[in-house]
């Protein structure tokens, strides 16, 4: 029988996991507040950049099209990845 190698998982102070859930709060209060006057605004990650956007990031057409044209501001978020599991 094989055993699997148990790996030590890194803990993440609970005081430091507060703060990461008050800061995506206030990104989404701040989302609600640009949506009252830009209601198609939203943002989107791809490849370490967090983008604010005036409208969809693809195309709603077969191929999903990207619109980068709807970008109004990127910010580069290093260790963030992007894309979906």
């Keep these: 029988m094989r055993m699997r190698k148990k790996y030590k998982m890194p803990k993440i102070k609970a005081a430091h996991i507060k703060q990461f859930e008050n800061g995506v709060e206030r990104l989404n209060k ?19 950049n967090f983008n604010l956007l005036k409208g969809e990031s693809h195309a709603a057409d077969f191929e999903g099209t990207e619109q980068q044209e709807n ?4 910010v580069w978020m290093p260790n963030s990845g992007g894309g979906d599991w």
């Design 71 to 74: 970008v109004v501001a990127s």
């Design 30 to 48: 701040l989302l609600a507040k640009i949506q009252e006057y830009e209601p198609n605004a939203n943002y989107y990650l791809a490849a370490d």
